[in-house]
Nanobody
Framework: QVQLVESGGGLVQAGGSLRLSCAASGRTFSSITMGWFRQAPGKEREFVAGISRSGRITSYADSVKGRFTISRDNAENTVYLQMNSLKPEDSAVYYC???????????????????WGQGTQVTVSS
């Protein structure tokens, strides 16, 4: 079993930056494809970014492309989401998730993920 714990959320002004971290327990982190999702009040959960097991393949939602960067450190069992040029519409609870089945790029569908963190709140003020 893998446990995921997010950190790094908070309140930031529009145009600012935040870096989210997701620490994973267990010794199988390097064999798990990772993703970041977010959910705003009254909205469905949406895919934000994903990264393959090795870190060589990354993918992003169109809404964050060019502003967010996903990365991972398999030695530290951690995946990161660097968020720049934040907008009020980026406000949401952000979740990291792990997919033990995916061999290449991360799935955009949350239903395919096996492990989820508890979420961290990101609030962007205008």
């Amino acid at each position: 079993q893998v446990q995921l714990v997010e950190s790094g959320g908070g309140l930031v002004q529009a145009g600012g930056s935040l870096r989210l971290s997701c620490a994973a327990s267990g010794r199988t982190f390097s064999s798990i494809t990772m993703g970041w999702f977010r959910q705003a009040p009254g909205k469905e959960r949406e895919f934000v970014a994903g990264i393959s097991r090795s870190g060589r393949i990354t993918s992003y939602a169109d809404s964050v492309k060019g502003r967010f960067t996903i990365s991972r450190d398999n030695a530290e069992n951690t995946v990161y989401l660097q968020m720049n040029s934040l907008k009020p519409e980026d406000s949401a609870v952000y979740y990291c998730a792990g997919d033990r089945k995916a061999m290449g790029s991360a799935s955009i569908y949350g239903s395919g993920y096996d492990y989820w963190g508890q979420g961290t709140q990101v609030t962007v003020s205008s």
